[in-house]
C-alpha cells in the first residue's frame, strides 16, 4: 500500500510540473476566473521570421491583439520583428532565453534564463515583459518563486491548438473550437524552439479562420492583461 502510495504521490506531482491549469505549485493565470465572451490568443516561440510577420497582417485586418511570449535568443536574432509587435499593441512576454525544460534547472540557471530575457527585450524595444509562461509549461515551486522575484506573473493556457509539428489548418482550428466555451486562454506558436524559421504557415491559416469564425458568434478576443484585469474586477 505504500509503494502505491508514492507510486501515486509522484504521479500527481508530475501532473501538477506539467498540466497548464494546475496550481499545486504556484498560481498561474490560465484563463478567465469567469465565463465570458472573451478570448485570449497566445502564440509562443517566436520572433520568427516570417510567420510572425505574417500573423501580424492577419490580426490587423482582423483588428485583433494578441499576447506573444518571445524565447530571447530569437529576440536577439531579430529585434526588429518584436518593435513591430510592439508598435502594433501586441503585448510580449517571457518565454526564457533559450526554452530550457525548467523543471531540471537550479535556481541560478532559471533566474539567469529570464533575466537573460529581460535583458535582450529592454535592448530591443526599451521594456521588460510582465508576463512569463514556462518552456513546456514545466514547472516547481523554484520556478514560480523565481519568476515572482522578478517581478513577472506566470501565464499558462486552457486551450491549444497542438500546432507545434505543423499540423494542417483545418485540424489546429477543430482542436481549438471544439474546447471554445469563453474566458480561454488560446495557445498556439509562431516559432518553433528548437530552431529559427519554423515553417507556422498553417498556424497563421487557421489563426485568420478563428478570428473570423469566433468573432461572428460574438466572442472578443483581447490581451493577457486585458483578460486578467477584467476578471480582477468581476471576481
Not at 158 to 167: L, Q, V, Y
Amino acid at each position: 500500500m505504500l509503494g502505491l502510495a508514492l507510486s501515486a504521490a509522484v504521479a500527481a506531482a508530475g501532473y501538477q510540473a506539467m498540466a497548464p491549469t494546475a496550481q499545486w505549485y504556484g498560481r498561474t493565470f490560465a484563463r478567465s476566473r469567469r465565463e465570458s465572451k472573451q478570448l485570449a490568443l497566445t502564440y509562443d516561440d517566436g520572433p520568427n521570421d516570417p510567420h510572425t510577420l505574417r500573423l501580424l497582417e492577419v490580426l490587423a485586418k482582423q483588428n485583433v491583439r494578441a499576447t506573444f511570449f518571445l524565447i530571447g535568443r530569437y529576440v536577439r536574432q531579430q529585434p526588429e520583428i518584436v518593435r513591430q509587435l510592439i508598435r502594433a499593441g501586441h503585448v510580449i512576454g517571457n518565454h526564457t532565453f533559450t526554452h530550457p525544460l525548467l523543471i531540471f534547472k537550479t535556481s541560478r540557471q532559471i533566474e539567469a534564463e529570464l533575466m537573460e530575457c529581460q535583458r535582450v527585450l529592454s535592448d530591443a524595444v526599451g521594456l521588460e515583459a510582465k508576463l512569463f509562461r514556462p518552456p513546456f509549461g514545466g514547472r516547481r515551486p523554484t520556478v514560480m518563486r523565481v519568476a515572482r522575484r522578478l517581478g513577472l506573473q506566470p501565464v499558462m493556457w486552457n486551450i491549444t491548438g497542438h500546432d507545434w509539428n505543423a499540423p494542417p489548418a483545418d485540424q489546429i482550428e477543430r482542436r481549438v473550437t471544439s474546447r471554445i466555451r469563453g474566458g480561454d486562454v488560446i495557445l498556439l506558436h509562431d516559432g518553433g524552439h528548437r530552431a529559427f524559421g519554423a515553417d507556422r504557415a498553417q498556424t497563421v491559416i487557421a489563426t485568420d479562420r478563428l478570428l473570423s469564425r469566433h468573432k461572428s458568434e460574438g466572442y472578443e478576443f483581447v490581451t493577457i492583461p486585458e483578460m486578467m484585469s477584467r476578471s480582477t474586477r468581476k471576481g
